[in-house]
């Protein structure tokens, strides 16, 4: 069984720093390609971060590049999202999502407040 466990989630000042991990089991997280997505009532679902499973190249969306770092601990089956100078609209839960699973964690609240 798949399961994905999120959390380093909290309130943080704008401009601070916070790293959430994704702790997996079920399946070797190293071999896929997995992402970070968050989620707001107002704006959905969107995609933050991926990382591919062949050769740990990363990507991210426009709003977070130079800002957000992905990365992939293989021997802990554990993903880590770095966010930096972090802005009031990164407010959100963000998940770590593996491709092909269709499994979801519960996801850990980030917020982004004076």
């Known amino acids: 069984e798949v399961q994905l466990v999120e959390s380093g989630g909290g309130l943080v000042q704008p401009g601070g720093s916070l790293r959430l991990s994704c702790v997996t089991s079920?399946?070797?997280?190293?071999?896929?390609?997995i992402g970070w997505v968050r989620q707001t009532p107002d704006k959905g679902l969107q995609w933050v971060s991926v990382?591919?499973?062949?050769?740990?190249?990363?990507a991210y969306s426009q709003s977070v590049k130079g800002r957000f770092t992905m990365s992939r601990d293989s021997a802990k089956n554990t993903l880590y999202l770095q966010m930096n100078s972090l802005k009031p609209e990164d407010t959100a839960v963000y998940y770590c999502?593996?491709?092909?699973?269709?499994?979801w964690g519960p996801g850990t609240q980030v917020t982004v407040s004076s």
């Open positions: 999502v593996p491709f092909g699973f269709g499994s």
């Open positions: 079920g399946f070797t997280a190293g071999s896929y390609t």
């Open positions: 990382i591919d499973g062949d050769v740990d190249q990363t």
